[in-house]
C-alpha cells in the first residue's frame, strides 16, 4: 500500500518535468527564430551602412569643400587641401569633422600619383632651400 502513494508522487513528479521540460523547449525555439530575425535584419542594416560608408564624396562635393573650380589641377587642390586640413585641426582649435570633410574632398579630386608627385616635389624644393640656407651661411 505504501508503493501507492509514492507510485502516485513519482507520476506527478515526472509529469512535472515532462512539462517544463516542454515549454523550456518551445520558449528555446521562440527565442532561437527571434534571434535568426534579428540577425537578418542586421546583416541587412550592416550592408547597407557599409555601402553608404563605401560610398565615395562626389566631385561637387569635394570641390565645394576644397573652393576649387572643376578641372582644377591637383597642385591648386592639395594646397588649398593643406590650408584647410591644418587650419582644421583639433590641436589648434578647429574641428576633426571639417578636417575629415577637407581629408575625404582631397581623396576624391587627387590621385594617388598626384600626390606623390606633388609631396616630392615640395620635399625636393623645401631641401634645396635648405641646402642653399646652409650654403649661405
Known amino acids: 500500500m505504501a508503493a501507492g502513494p509514492l507510485a502516485r508522487l513519482l507520476a506527478n513528479l515526472v509529469i512535472a518535468a515532462g512539462t517544463v521540460l516542454a515549454k523550456s523547449a518551445v520558449e528555446a525555439y521562440k527565442q532561437a527564430v527571434a534571434n535568426g530575425q534579428a540577425r537578418n535584419s542586421a546583416q541587412a542594416a550592416a550592408g547597407a ?22 578641372n582644377s589641377n591637383p597642385e591648386e587642390v592639395l594646397q588649398r587641401y593643406e590650408r584647410l586640413f591644418t587650419a582644421n585641426d583639433p590641436k589648434n582649435g578647429g574641428s576633426f569633422y571639417l578636417q575629415s570633410k577637407v581629408y575625404r574632398a582631397k581623396e576624391a579630386l587627387v590621385p594617388d600619383e598626384a600626390e606623390r608627385l606633388f609631396y616630392a616635389k615640395k620635399q625636393q624644393s623645401t631641401e634645396a632651400t635648405t641646402s642653399s640656407s646652409e650654403g649661405s651661411s
Open 49 to 70: 551602412a557599409s555601402s553608404i560608408l563605401r560610398k565615395k564624396m562626389t566631385e561637387h562635393e569635394a570641390q565645394s569643400i576644397l573652393n576649387t573650380k572643376p
